[in-house]
C-alpha cells in the first residue's frame, strides 16, 4: 500500500516539531519523543463531508469517517457509536444548571464503553496495515473492547492489565477467548512494559504503536454531540480524565467542525474531571501549572487511575485556551454521584460516571460553571463493570416470605420510621 | 558490574541497533552524558536546551519512575537498569 495519501489522511506529524512520517504503524517522534498525530487533507473532506452528506448516513460513529483514519471503508465495529444524548433535566435542577445533558457511552456497543469508538478505528487500521494480532494495555475498559472487537474480526489478541482490577472488567475480557495477561502492578507499571513489549513483538498495541489512529476515534464523541444538540456545541463540556486524551480529542472534534462549516464558532469550554485519589491533572490545573506531578494512584475509579498521563500536558493546554476549569472528586463522592445519576436520570455509570457527575457538581456550585448555562456531562463506561465500588453502599433489599400481611407490615413498619 | 541502559525503538538507530548499552555512570545525569560520548547525538533526543529530560520521555531505574526518584541525580548502583520509555496513551 502507498504510503502517501491514504483515504482523506495525508501523513502522521510530531505534535511538538512537526516532522511528518509515514501513515505507518509508529507514533513517537524520533526527534523528541513527541506523540505523532494524523494530519488530514481538510480541504477535500470539506467537499465531501457536509451536514446533509451525514444526516444521509447510518447513526453510527462512521458518519463521519472522512474525519477518521482509515484509508478504506472500516471493517471492524460499523456499527459503533451514536449512542443517546439524554436531556437530564431531573439531574440539572438537582446541580443547579439551566440545561443539562447526558451523552451515554454506558451503552456504547459492542462493549459498554466509550473505548469501542477508539479500538474500532484502532483495528480498522490494524486490519488496513496488515496486522493478525493485536494488543493493548488497559485498565479494563480498553481491554473489554479489544478482546471483543478482535474477536469478531478473527484476530489473535493479548491484553495486558493491572491485577487488581474489578471481577466483571475481568471477565468481561476473558469471555471473548483473549489473552489476558495480569501485571503485578498499577496501570503506569503495565503500560511501561508494554511499550517494551510493543517494541519486540510485531503486534498492533492500539495504545502504543497504534496510538495515532486510536486515539482520533475519541473524536467522533465531539461530532454525536455537536450533531445531536442540534448542529451547535455546548458551553461547557466536562469529560473524566485518565490520561487526559479524550479531553483533547473532543476538542479537536469541536475545532473541526468549526473549521469545516458545520458548526457556529461558539465558546466551547472542556473542562476535566479525575478522582481525588489520582488527580496528577487537576491538581496542576487548579495551582496554575502548565506540567504535572505523576502520582502513584489510589481510588475506586479504577479506569481513570493513570498516575503517569500521557496527554495531560495537552489536556492542561486545552483548559487554558478554553477557560475551563477541572476539579476532582473522592471515593465517597464518586459513589454519591452514581446514586445521583442513576436515582435522577435512571443511568447506571461506572466509577468514571461518577467522577465526571461529581465534578460537574462541584464546578455548578463553585460558579466555575454558571447556573444559567448549557453542559453536557460525558458517562463514558457502565456501571454493571465497576459492581465492586458500589457494593454495600446502596442499600440492601427487604426480604419477606411470600404474604400479603407480612408486605403490608413491612410498609407499615418503614412508613413509621420515616415518619 | 556495570549498570543497563535499555534503549527504545525510535533511538535504536542511534546505538547501531543496540538494545541493551552498558555504562558506569554513577547518576542518571551522568549516565546521558556518558551516552552521548558513546552515541553522538543521543541527549538531545533526551534532555531539551535546559539540561531537563523531555517532557514525553519516561526514565525508569530498576521500574521505578525517577520523578519519584531524585530526577536526574538519581543515584546508580551496580546492576541497575534504566529504561528510557515514551508516554503512552490511556487505556
Known amino acids: 500500500m502507498s504510503e502517501k495519501h491514504q483515504g482523506f489522511m495525508k501523513a502522521l506529524k510530531c505534535r511538538e516539531c512537526g516532522r511528518e512520517y509515514p501513515l505507518a504503524a509508529t507514533h513517537v517522534c524520533e526527534f523528541d519523543f513527541g506523540p505523532l498525530e494524523v494530519a488530514y487533507d481538510y480541504e477535500r473532506i470539506k467537499k465531501s463531508l457536509t451536514r446533509a452528506a451525514i444526516e444521509s448516513r447510518p447513526k453510527t460513529m462512521w458518519r463521519y469517517r472522512e474525519l477518521l483514519p482509515v484509508a478504506q471503508e472500516p471493517t471492524v465495529g460499523q456499527q459503533v457509536g451514536f449512542t443517546p444524548l439524554i436531556k437530564a433535566d431531573r439531574l440539572a435542577k438537582k446541580l443547579g444548571i439551566r440545561e443539562l445533558w447526558v451523552k451515554n457511552d454506558a451503552v456504547n456497543y459492542p462493549t459498554l464503553s466509550f473505548k469501542d469508538r477508539v479500538v474500532s478505528v484502532a483495528l480498522s487500521r490494524a486490519k488496513e496495515l496488515g496486522f493478525k494480532t493485536v494488543a493493548c494495555a488497559s485498565t479494563g475498559n480498553l481491554a473489554n473492547s479489544v478482546a471483543a472487537q478482535a474477536a469478531s474480526a478473527g484476530l489473535k489478541s493479548f491484553v495486558f492489565i493491572p491485577s487488581d482490577l474489578e471481577q466483571g472488567k475481568i471477565l468481561n475480557s476473558l469471555i471473548y477467548g483473549a489473552n489476558v495477561i495480569c501485571i503485578k502492578g498499577h496501570y503506569d507499571e503495565v503500560n511501561r512494559l508494554c511499550a517494551e513489549i510493543a517494541g519486540k513483538f510485531g503486534w498492533a498495541f492500539v495504545n502504543v504503536n497504534m496510538r495515532p489512529y486510536y486515539a482520533e476515534g475519541s473524536k467522533s464523541l465531539a461530532y454525536e454531540i455537536a450533531e445531536q444538540l442540534g448542529w451547535r456545541l455546548p458551553q461547557h463540556t466536562i469529560v473524566p480524565m485518565a490520561s487526559g486524551s479524550l479531553l483533547t480529542k473532543i476538542h479537536k472534534g469541536y475545532q473541526e467542525f468549526v473549521k469545516l462549516g458545520l458548526v457556529p464558532d461558539t465558546e466551547a469550554r472542556l473542562h476535566g474531571a479525575q478522582a481525588t485519589g489520582c488527580s496528577p491533572i487537576s491538581t496542576a490545573q487548579k495551582a496554575g501549572l502548565d506540567f504535572f506531578k505523576p502520582v502513584k494512584p489510589d481510588t475506586i475509579a479504577k479506569s481513570l487511575a493513570i498516575g503517569t498521563p500521557a496527554d495531560g500536558f495537552y489536556a492542561l493546554k486545552v483548559m487554558r485556551e478554553t477557560s475551563a476549569a477541572a476539579d476532582d472528586v473522592s471515593d465517597d463522592e464518586i459513589r454519591d454521584a452514581i446514586r445521583l445519576l442513576a436515582e435522577t436520570e435512571g443511568i447506571f455509570a461506572e466509577t468514571a460516571g461518577g467522577v465526571t457527575v461529581g465534578v460537574a457538581k462541584k464546578l455548578i456550585a463553585s460558579g466555575k460553571i454558571p447556573r444559567d448555562s448549557s453542559a453536557v456531562i460525558c458517562v463514558t463506561g457502565n456501571g454493571l463493570k465497576t459492581l465492586d465500588a458500589v457494593q454495600g453502599h446502596c442499600g440492601k433489599p427487604r426480604e419477606i416470605k411470600p404474604s400479603l400481611r407480612e408486605f403490608e407490615a413491612l410498609l407499615t413498619q418503614e412508613e413509621k420510621a420515616n415518619a | ?91
Open chain 2, 1 to 91: 558490574m556495570p549498570k543497563k541502559v535499555r534503549i527504545p525503538t525510535p533511538l535504536r538507530k542511534l546505538t547501531h541497533n543496540e538494545e541493551l548499552i552498558e555504562i558506569n555512570a554513577a547518576t542518571i545525569g551522568e549516565a546521558i552524558v556518558e551516552l552521548q560520548t558513546r552515541f553522538p547525538g543521543i541527549q538531545e533526543r533526551l534532555v531539551d536546551e535546559k539540561g531537563e529530560v523531555r517532557r514525553f520521555v519516561n526514565v525508569y531505574v530498576n521500574e521505578e519512575d525517577i520523578r519519584f526518584l531524585q530526577n536526574r541525580d538519581t543515584p546508580l548502583k551496580d546492576g541497575d537498569e534504566i529504561s528510557i520509555i515514551p508516554a503512552i496513551a490511556g487505556g
